[in-house]
């Protein structure tokens, strides 16, 4: 039931809060049956002075299992993958390969037979050459491996996966598959846009070039575009205080200034999601300007104690690798707003942008509201039932101290819709607070744009009222007719019309502009899926969960896009490593339907009843109808009426529900719910896209 638009990462969202581990710079992951091999691969680099982590031997006790495994690798510089029969089926050593792709530590492999790659180890190391440690044997094997490591620590964070290779075989390093596919992301989505500046009329006949260069497909080298002058990315400011404790608040400093600067008209200024996916990599500023295509790169650092602020920025010109400006601010906690406007101010000036108006100056607010604000909105970014509770209480906190605060009043009701759509919150009451946090909103500032946006989508997903959720989203759009949230909703609501090739026009119009967003890349996968383009929506779920390994529903996703594509054992391998419970369960039932593994397909729908018939009765009604089971989908279609889940609002474009299509209920069904082809017909909505070039 989950809004699908809204779907985050369990993790890489926010900074992470796990405690204190052990680490080392080699991580050796492997499946238990392999414990004796790994146990003698981390004796013979201990041997050699490598310093190891390995479970369970270096788990910290009191701290969760998982989470030393995560902060272990996070920390470490190369993975030790043990290969065997055992560790290609193990779903704890693919997560864990996941993992330390998404963070580019190099991959060492170190195969002990000859059994095939699954498709989820296949699509992380499917370029590897491998040690054959089953030819040679492991003891002759380990003295290879533990030079191979040794050159692995020895290269620069940024190089690419390392493998090691029988003799005979030479190997060259390559740059990991998760900086190889960000960059090609980058690159090919801004090259389409040049490419092809009428692309909005021609979608139908391109592949979306970001999806292919993620899927690994060969293609011709997109064309790179001229990088305007006037352009800028704002990078995660470093967080300076003395306990590092402070991530959410330099990070919140660097994101205002980004929206600040989004506000100049001249001024093109890369997405949050882009530029943000550079923090923590060593790379020099014509690199990151190179892959973002802009000439400028303003970054900083913040140093806050206790009243005190002290903000070093820097504006530097990206091309020549030169600054261009840089002031050091040491100011009162109470002044932080004026810093703001200081800043933008140089920027405008040191790029020579004109100013027909009045430059934009950053909000004034209660200096602890303002703190505890950009704690929220950090919080909130986790996606857990955890950090939409402590997010909640903090924007209470805030609001307590400064109700004049309309971007704290429609971050919190976004709070409420996403834990009310998600069974944290009676879906009720969590959206009557909602629209009570939006009138608020609205009530300070008239013309807030996001809280307009809000307040269609709850008119959408709760109220099952598209026309007036087209009245509050292009009301939205009017505000401010380049915001992601607001063009986001506007692809859903368009989606919700059957207008797929308009929703699809927004979401590609939107992934031009902010290519390392995961969200938009689901999104456009899902309407591809709907429109039954299945090999261009696989492209966009692999792009998804290269982007955010742990994104909520991906994995589900791309399963059933490879279902409908005819890859049914695919998508059973994708499916089983969906994170989400009611998702992953939903995803067994369909595969293994079609699979014929009736008994298994049962349990898993049974069980998806149990637990979720009350907040995904629409899921359940997709499975009957999958499963040909008319009646019973039809009587779960009703159940997501009386409990208004939010997934009904796709229900008309849903290429599942087809074998409900010739039955004489679906049409009623579809009227009774207002999504009659001539009752989405007459609601008018239609949105004009922005021209302004990259």
Known sequence: MADRADSGSLAGQAESTTPATKSAPVFISYASQDKTVADAVCKALEKAGVACWIAPRDVTPGVFYAESIVHAIDSSKVIVLVLSQFGSASQ??????????????????????????????????????????????????????????????????????????????????????????????????????????????????????????????????????????????????????????????????????????????????????SAFSFKGKQLAAPDIGRRLNVAHLLEGSVRKSGGRLRINAQLIDARADTELW???????????????????????????????????????????????????????????????????????QGLAIDPAYPEAWTSLAYNYRRQSNNGMRPLDSGYKLAGEALRNALAIDPNYARAHAELGRISLDYDADPAAAAQHLTHALALDPTNPDTLGYSAILADSLGRLSEGIAINEYALVRDPVNPTLHNALGIEYRYSKQYAKAIAQFHSTLTLSPDDISAHYQLGVAQLLGGRPELA????????????????????????????????????????????????????????????RAFEFLEKSVVEKDPSLSDVAVEPMFSSLQQDPRWLRFLRKIGKAPDQLAAVKFEVNLPKQSL
């Open 92 to 273: 704890h050593v693919l997560r864990e390969v996941e993992r330390a792709s998404s963070r580019r530590h190099p991959v060492v492999s170190f195969r002990t037979d000859a059994t095939p790659l699954p498709a989820g180890l296949e699509y992380f190391l499917n370029s590897s050459q491998w040690l054959d440690a089953s030819a040679i044997g492991v003891p002759r094997a380990l003295p290879k491996l533990v030079e191979a490591v040794k050159n692995a620590i020895a290269l620069p964070s940024s190089a690419a996966q390392v493998t090691i290779t029988p003799a005979n075989k030479q190997t060259t390093p390559r740059p990991t598959r998760a900086l190889v596919a960000v960059s090609a992301i980058i690159v090919a989505a801004i090259g389409y846009f040049v490419a092809d500046k009428f692309w909005l009329s021609n979608r139908s006949a391109t592949v979306h070039p970001a999806a292919s260069a993620v899927a690994g497909t060969d293609s011709a080298q997109p064309q790179v575009a001229t990088i305007p002058d006037k352009s800028v990315a704002v990078l995660p400011f470093l967080d300076m205080s003395e306990k590092q404790d402070q991530g959410y608040f330099s990070d919140g400093i660097a994101e205002e200034m980004l929206n600040l600067l989004a506000k100049i008209p001249d001024l093109r200024v890369v997405s949050r999601s």
């Open 326 to 396: 840089s002031e050091t601010y040491d100011r009162a906690m109470k002044d932080i707003f004026a810093v703001q406007d200081e800043i933008s101010a140089a920027v405008v000036k040191h790029l020579k942008i004109t100013l027909l108006s009045e430059a934009p100056r950053a909000q004034r607010v209660d200096a602890q509201a303002f703190a505890l604000f950009l704690q929220a909105r950090q919080l909130g970014r986790l996606h857990t039932a955890e950090g939409y509770a402590q997010s909640v209480k903090l924007y209470q």
């Open 572 to 631: 059973l391998n994708e499916v089983r490593l969906e994170p989400h419970e009611a998702w992953r369960t939903s995803g067994l039932a369909l595969v293994l339907h079609s699979l014929s593994r009736k008994q298994e397909a049962d349990a898993a729908l049974a069980t998806l009843i149990e637990k979720f018939s009350k907040s995904w009765p629409y899921n359940i009604a997709l499975i009957f109808s999958w499963r040909g089971e008319i009646d």
